[in-house]
Protein backbone atom coordinates (compact mmCIF):
# COMPACT_ATOMS: atom_id res chain seq x y z
CA UNK A 1 0.00 0.00 0.00
CA UNK A 2 1.28 3.46 -1.23
CA UNK A 3 0.04 6.41 0.72
CA UNK A 4 0.82 9.90 -0.65
CA UNK A 5 0.74 13.30 1.13
CA UNK A 6 1.88 16.73 0.76
CA UNK A 7 -0.18 18.05 -2.07
CA UNK A 8 -2.11 21.51 -1.52
CA UNK A 9 -2.29 24.81 -3.41
CA UNK A 10 1.05 26.73 -3.56
CA UNK A 11 1.91 30.33 -5.56
CA UNK A 12 4.21 30.28 -8.35
CA UNK A 13 7.87 30.65 -7.51
CA UNK A 14 7.09 27.72 -4.45
CA UNK A 15 7.74 24.62 -3.04
CA UNK A 16 6.29 21.31 -1.78
CA UNK A 17 7.09 17.80 -0.52
CA UNK A 18 5.68 14.89 -1.25
CA UNK A 19 5.99 12.11 1.04
CA UNK A 20 4.71 8.64 0.17
CA UNK A 21 5.22 6.10 2.97
CA UNK A 22 4.99 2.09 1.93
CA UNK A 23 3.77 -0.77 3.64
CA UNK A 24 4.79 -4.22 2.75
CA UNK A 25 8.43 -5.70 3.65
CA UNK A 26 11.67 -4.81 1.51
CA UNK A 27 11.00 -1.93 0.33
CA UNK A 28 15.00 -1.33 -0.59
CA UNK A 29 14.16 -3.74 -3.77
CA UNK A 30 11.66 -1.40 -5.61
CA UNK A 31 12.61 1.42 -7.67
CA UNK A 32 10.19 4.23 -6.26
CA UNK A 33 8.59 6.70 -8.87
CA UNK A 34 6.14 10.17 -8.68
CA UNK A 35 4.47 10.76 -11.93
CA UNK A 36 1.39 13.50 -12.72
CA UNK A 37 -1.53 13.39 -14.59
CA UNK A 38 -2.91 16.58 -15.47
CA UNK A 39 -6.54 17.38 -16.34
CA UNK A 40 -6.60 15.85 -20.12
CA UNK A 41 -3.36 14.78 -20.49
CA UNK A 42 -1.59 11.28 -20.13
CA UNK A 43 -0.17 10.33 -17.18
CA UNK A 44 3.92 11.14 -16.92
CA UNK A 45 6.81 9.80 -15.25
CA UNK A 46 8.01 13.23 -13.34
CA UNK A 47 10.88 11.25 -11.29
CA UNK A 48 12.70 8.11 -10.02
CA UNK A 49 14.98 6.42 -7.83
CA UNK A 50 16.14 2.87 -7.57
CA UNK A 51 16.83 1.04 -4.18
CA UNK A 52 20.47 1.90 -4.41
CA UNK A 53 19.80 5.46 -4.82
CA UNK A 54 20.00 6.52 -8.58
CA UNK A 55 17.60 8.97 -9.97
CA UNK A 56 16.19 10.06 -13.59
CA UNK A 57 13.96 13.14 -14.34
CA UNK A 58 11.80 14.33 -16.99
CA UNK A 59 13.40 17.37 -18.25
CA UNK A 60 10.92 19.18 -17.62
CA UNK A 61 11.63 19.30 -13.93
CA UNK A 62 15.40 18.66 -13.67
CA UNK A 63 17.13 21.48 -11.37
CA UNK A 64 13.78 22.38 -10.36
CA UNK A 65 12.49 18.55 -8.59
CA UNK A 66 14.47 15.85 -6.25
CA UNK A 67 13.48 12.72 -5.65
CA UNK A 68 14.83 10.99 -2.48
CA UNK A 69 14.34 7.43 -0.45
CA UNK A 70 14.16 6.76 3.12
CA UNK A 71 14.61 3.23 2.67
CA UNK A 72 14.64 2.83 6.82
CA UNK A 73 10.98 4.71 6.74
CA UNK A 74 9.73 3.42 3.86
CA UNK A 75 9.34 6.81 2.47
CA UNK A 76 10.00 8.22 -0.94
CA UNK A 77 9.92 11.87 -1.44
CA UNK A 78 9.54 14.45 -3.87
CA UNK A 79 11.36 17.92 -3.21
CA UNK A 80 9.29 20.40 -5.46
CA UNK A 81 10.86 23.83 -5.78
CA UNK A 82 10.39 26.80 -8.34
CA UNK A 83 6.87 25.59 -9.47
CA UNK A 84 5.43 26.49 -12.34
CA UNK A 85 1.42 26.32 -13.32
CA UNK A 86 2.40 23.91 -15.71
CA UNK A 87 3.12 21.37 -12.61
CA UNK A 88 -0.36 21.56 -11.71
CA UNK A 89 -1.22 18.02 -11.57
CA UNK A 90 -2.29 14.88 -9.71
CA UNK A 91 0.70 13.21 -8.65
CA UNK A 92 0.72 9.51 -8.19
CA UNK A 93 3.67 7.56 -6.38
CA UNK A 94 4.88 4.07 -7.88
CA UNK A 95 6.45 1.45 -6.37
CA UNK A 96 7.81 -1.31 -9.39
CA UNK A 97 9.54 -4.61 -8.51
CA UNK A 98 11.05 -6.02 -11.54
CA UNK A 99 9.95 -10.16 -11.94
CA UNK A 100 10.75 -12.69 -14.52
CA UNK A 101 7.42 -11.85 -16.48
CA UNK A 102 7.99 -8.50 -16.52
CA UNK A 103 7.34 -5.29 -14.02
CA UNK A 104 4.93 -5.16 -10.99
CA UNK A 105 3.48 -2.08 -10.36
CA UNK A 106 1.27 -0.43 -7.24
CA UNK A 107 0.30 3.17 -7.37
CA UNK A 108 -0.82 5.69 -4.86
CA UNK A 109 -4.16 7.06 -4.45
CA UNK A 110 -2.44 10.36 -5.86
CA UNK A 111 -2.54 13.77 -4.19
CA UNK A 112 -3.19 16.87 -5.79
CA UNK A 113 -1.02 19.67 -6.71
CA UNK A 114 -2.26 23.49 -7.45
CA UNK A 115 0.60 25.75 -8.42
CA UNK A 116 -1.86 29.43 -8.86
CA UNK A 117 -1.53 32.85 -7.53
Known amino acids: QLVESGGGLVQPGGSLRLSCAAS????????MGWYRQAPGQQRELVAN???????NYVDSVKGRFTISRDNGQSTVYLQMNSLKPDDTAVYFC?????????????WGQGTRVTVSS
Open 94 to 106: NARLMIPTGPLDF
Open 24 to 31: GSIFSRYA
Open 49 to 55: ITGGGTS
